[in-house]
């Protein structure tokens, strides 16, 4: 494999396992879409000859509909508000259509990268990228030293040791060390490598503790054992022993001075469960898309256009936050399934999910041994479902592999990824 494509994919994977360059410090654009936006040119280039497999056809399908609301949305039936200027508004709808168009460039490339070539290199660069975040997770927590702050600019977030290492914030390094640890439990070859990284991922996920990064983490462990359970998977036994021990640490922890700060996360948040509204269970950009929707349900089918949800939604923000943003959200919401929601409506919740059925039965029929087969079809199950609770870029790693199986079963000839 020729050495610029190894670069490519080393810059897609720091996208998908460090945030230090996947947020928008460096001329307002991030590295990974900065790759991914050079490589959508080039396929848009060769795009005659270049072979497109059934998951391809469902994104791009997705992609036609997104600029068919970009144009519906921006010149035919506006959303109108006052905060938002038509430039603007025409600016975060475009940008977002172009991140769609991203990271659906750096799927294909990373499908046909392991097709081609490279499995065993990718491996030792993804330990790499792991290591390097925990090592960043420590190196604050010991130093109380910013980091990320540090190497981009972005803001200090270091309060009371919750730390976050080169991540973007707190629940991201939380998140990330939460994916590692099922990740490892997934393969289940107790190697010296694999024993010491899944004991660094579990202190790393300790002192960058988040409510996010616990809730994926919990339904990871019941995703996996109902699988476990369906599949007599090879990794339901560690599996079932992790949740036992998690559980018994978990409640001695609870008796322990130093888990006064996750007690003030979880009472902090107990009002959620008495309050009737569902909008408010949600954070910011989230709630008031929630909120829009229980209002306006008919406008849930088609989504409210690509990148439109802040001025589409600024009028159903929560008075709780209106005076934190007095001129409208200028993020779009953080949860996967709500971007979606606000995206492409009920269409493109299907849509995401027509890919990953299809995509996990072409791993289902890939000519490898049970292990392997269970081992790649569990891991792409969760990466792809964790980004419905957060959106970080652990999905593109997992439509890779689906695309790569569906390459795979097309030319039975081809490598296999062991």
Request: proline share 2%; hydrophobic share 50%.
């Amino acid at each position: 494999m020729a050495k610029k494509n190894w670069i490519i994919c080393l810059a897609i994977l720091q996208g998908v396992f460090v945030d230090i360059f996947s947020y928008q410090y460096f001329g307002n654009i991030s590295l990974l879409k900065l790759v991914g936006l050079t490589l959508a040119l080039k396929y848009l280039i060769q795009f005659k000859s270049i072979k497109i497999t059934k998951i391809e056809k469902i994104f791009l399908t997705i992609l036609a509909f997104y600029t068919l609301g970009f144009l519906f949305f921006n010149f035919i039936s506006p959303w109108d508000d006052p905060n938002f200027t038509k430039k603007k508004v025409l600016f975060i709808s475009f940008k977002q259509i172009l991140t769609f168009a991203s990271e659906l460039a750096c799927i294909h490339f990373l499908a046909n990268f392991l097709l081609h070539d490279g499995t065993k290199r990718l491996k030792k660069y993804l330990l790499i990228f792991v290591s390097f975040n925990l090592t960043g997770l420590f190196l604050e927590y010991f130093l109380a030293f910013d980091l990320f702050h540090f190497f981009t600019g972005g803001e200090a977030m270091l309060i009371n040791n919750r730390v976050r290492g080169f991540n973007f914030e707190p629940r991201a390094a939380n998140y990330y060390a939460a994916m590692f640890i099922i990740t490892l439990i997934i393969i289940g070859r107790w190697t010296k490598t694999n024993t010491l990284l899944l004991v660094l991922s579990l202190l790393g996920f300790v002192i960058s503790t988040s409510m996010t990064g616990n809730i994926i983490l919990s339904l990871s462990i019941v995703i996996l054992l109902f699988t476990g359970v369906l599949l007599k998977t090879h990794y339901l036994k560690p599996l079932l022993i992790f949740s036992v021990i998690a559980t018994v640490g978990f409640t001695l922890f609870l008796q322990t001075d130093y888990s006064q700060r996750f007690k003030r996360q979880i009472t902090g948040k107990a009002y959620l469960l008495k309050d009737s509204n569902i909008a408010t269970k949600f954070e910011g950009a989230d709630s008031a898309v929630v909120n829009f929707y229980l209002h306006n349900p008919t406008n849930i089918l088609f989504g409210l256009g690509a990148g439109q949800s802040p001025v589409a939604t600024s009028s159903a923000m929560l008075e709780r936050d209106k005076k934190i943003f007095p001129n409208g959200y200028t993020y779009l919401p953080f949860m996967g399934v709500i971007l979606l929601l606000a995206n492409g409506g009920l269409v493109v919740i299907l849509a995401y999910f027509a890919i990953t059925f299809l995509g996990l039965q072409e791993i289902r029929k890939l000519n490898l041994d049970k292990r392997s087969k269970d081992t790649l079809f569990s891991i792409a199950l969760i990466i792809t479902l964790a980004y419905l609770l957060q959106v970080r870029y652990f999905h593109i790693l997992g439509f890779a592999i689906m695309i790569y199986a569906e390459l795979i079963n097309r030319n039975q000839n081809s490598k296999i990824l062991r």
